[in-house]
């Protein structure tokens, strides 16, 4: 499989995705009222802009990216949306307010726990970031791709469905990360499209079916 040219029939396809949206950046210039951010790649470019990746890697664990949306609106608009705020509210509370995200127990539980790596670690590694409650390896590429400008393949479901559509048959998550790492090149933001474009094209092969 040539994924280089996979890539570029994407990208002229659904064009560029502006993943990761930042609600904390909306309506900025060359942002929509969503926080997409089409072909502007230097938008983590604070902690706060950083920290609400982490949150956001957490929060969609599980459910659809509108559901973990939600949960991040109600979370900047309870001025919660920070690793110190995060921290220092209550469990309780927390739960409450990221609900719609589902499994909001363990999920406060963990943006308390990545909460305390991201104020207690400048930049984590990868072994760092998986030695944090709640981050696995699909997580913590996330993290690392988007949050900390990493050139890291994310192997999700997303992109298994789409290698099989494409007659790659791998299953594993590191099998997967392997194939596209060897195949594409170490280029943070082709990185970052490549992912975004996969999850647009096999939600719009969802919504045709």
């Not at 920290?51 to 949960?71: D, P």
């Not at 790596?117 to 390896?137: E, I, M, S």
Request: with cysteine.
């Amino acid at each position: 499989m040539d994924v280089e040219t996979a890539y570029d029939k994407l990208l002229k396809e659904h064009g560029r995705q502006g993943w990761w949206p930042l609600l904390t950046r909306r309506d900025e210039d060359g942002y929509d009222d969503s926080g997409y951010h089409p072909g502007i790649y230097d938008y983590t470019d604070t902690d706060q802009h950083r920290f609400e990746v982490y949150a956001g890697s957490i929060l969609t664990q599980n459910t659809r990216w509108e559901n973990a949306n939600k949960a991040l609106k109600r979370l900047l608009r309870e001025d919660l949306l920070s690793p110190t705020s995060i921290l220092d509210e209550d469990q309780e509370q927390i739960q409450q307010v990221i609900k719609p995200a589902r499994y909001y127990n363990q999920k406060t539980t963990y943006l308390k726990s990545l909460a305390y790596c991201f104020q207690t670690t400048t930049h984590p590694t990868r072994n760092k970031l998986l030695d944090t409650k709640g981050v696995g390896p699909e997580t913590a590429d996330t993290i690392l791709l988007y949050a900390q400008d990493e050139p890291r393949i994310i192997a999700d479901e997303y992109t298994r469905r789409w290698l099989n559509q494409t007659n790659v048959s791998l299953s594993s998550y590191d099998n997967i990360k392997k194939f596209l790492d060897e195949r594409f090149p170490r280029n943070t933001r082709k990185r970052q499209e490549l992912h975004a474009l996969i999850i647009a094209h096999q939600k719009d092969e969802t919504d045709s079916a």
